[in-house]
């Protein structure tokens, strides 16, 4: 157990839907990262929060957001859905966010079906 | 092309054999080289990482790190039927908004059968 909280772990859902996906970090971690995972695509990054600030961004579409709140919980919001957007989401945490190496620590995932 | 290449198998194994797992990149700004060991329906957990090039070691698994030819492997020794799973390689650059910032591969799957 990583200790990286990620809920839903399953989800079915209609294009053009909008879903919120929650991640809670592993407790003392300030910076929560964001992962997509497809079969074609494999596993990319999307954004990184460090202690509520937004602090890096990737591969995210504008029809995607995401913040983190006070607690350091953050979600992933996906609207309006579309087919391409079924994927594995993967959140991850780490203590740190500026210099050196951190490992991070990844959730479970949740499963997004768009059909 | 893909900043970061990686042959995804699958590679399948008799117990006891020597894995060797690699991959190849393409952004010279990669410091940062590490893999993760992925199980089915579960996330990745951080196996090993090394920073610039050179080799580490660590019980049965050797991480090797060329960065003139921008390549790196891992290396398995001695495989378990526990070891079956999901092997990604991951590069980030150094420090700022790097951090965290992986690029994986594709992932090679790796079944080691009794």
């Known amino acids: 157990d990583s200790g990286v909280t990620q809920t839903p772990k399953h989800l079915i859902t209609a294009t053009g839907q909008r879903v919120t996906l929650r991640c809670s970090p592993r407790?003392?971690?300030?910076?929560v990262y964001w992962y997509q995972q497809s079969l074609d695509q494999g596993l990319q990054f999307l954004i990184q929060y460090y202690n509520g600030e937004e602090r890096a961004k990737g591969n995210i579409l504008e029809r995607f957001s995401a913040q983190q709140f006070p607690d350091l919980h953050s979600e992933l919001n996906l609207s309006p859905l579309e087919l391409g957007d079924s994927a594995l989401y993967f959140c991850?945490?780490?203590?740190?966010?500026?210099?050196?190496?951190?490992?991070?620590?990844f959730g479970e995932g949740s499963r997004l079906t768009v059909l | 092309q893909k900043e970061v290449e990686q042959d995804p198998g699958p590679l399948s194994v008799p117990e006891g054999a020597i894995v060797s797992l690699n991959c190849t990149y393409s952004n010279s700004a990669f410091q940062y080289f590490m893999w993760y060991r992925q199980y089915s329906r579960k996330g990745p957990e951080l196996l090993m990482y090394?920073?610039?090039?050179g080799n580490k070691e660590d019980g049965r698994f050797t991480a090797q790190v060329d960065k003139s030819s921008k390549y790196i492997s891992l290396f398995i020794r001695d495989s378990q039927p526990s070891d079956s799973a999901t092997y990604l390689c991951a590069m980030s650059g150094a420090g700022g908004t790097s951090y965290g910032k992986l690029t994986f591969g594709q992932g090679t799957i790796l079944t080691v059968h009794p």
């Open positions: 090394t920073y610039s090039s």
């Open positions: 407790s003392g971690d300030l910076s």
């Open positions: 991850a945490s780490s203590v740190g966010a500026t210099s050196g190496y951190g490992e991070l620590f």
